[in-house]
């Protein structure tokens, strides 16, 4: 099983840009799809974007697309979110999230069973 470490967050000013990484331990990370999802304070936790397994499907959330891009490097075990526009509303804790081979891609988070610990981005106004 993998076991997953979101970093790059951070404190950025609105407008701005910001690239979040997970790195996975394990050998099967190539089978899993990614999602990356966020959490503000005193909110439910909400689907961002997510990836397929070798890449050839994405999917975002209104409220990102077009700002946001999901990408993975299956020989560096990584999934990354490149975040550029952000917004004040971007501010939350992000969250790394495994999943398995399925399409469509999952939006839920009870779907997805493998979690990292979350990397915190503040976006100031």
């Known amino acids: 099983q993998v076991q997953l470490v979101e970093s790059g967050g951070g404190l950025v000013q609105a407008g701005g840009s910001l690239r979040l990484s997970c790195a996975a331990s394990g050998r099967t990370f190539s089978t899993y799809g990614m999602g990356w999802f966020r959490q503000a304070p005193g909110k439910e936790r909400e689907f961002v974007a997510a990836?397929?397994?070798?890449?050839?499907?994405?999917s975002y959330a209104d409220s990102v697309k077009g700002r946001f891009t999901i990408s993975r490097d299956n020989a560096k075990n990584t999934v990354y979110l490149q975040m550029n526009s952000l917004k004040a509303e971007d501010t939350a804790v992000y969250f790394c999230?495994?999943?398995?081979?399925?399409?469509?891609?999952?939006?839920?988070?009870?779907?997805?069973?493998?979690w990292g610990q979350g990397t915190q981005v503040t976006v100031s106004s």
């Open positions: 999230a495994a999943v398995g081979a399925t399409l469509p891609l999952p939006r839920s988070t009870y779907e997805y069973h493998i």
């Open positions: 990836i397929s397994w070798g890449g050839g499907s994405t």
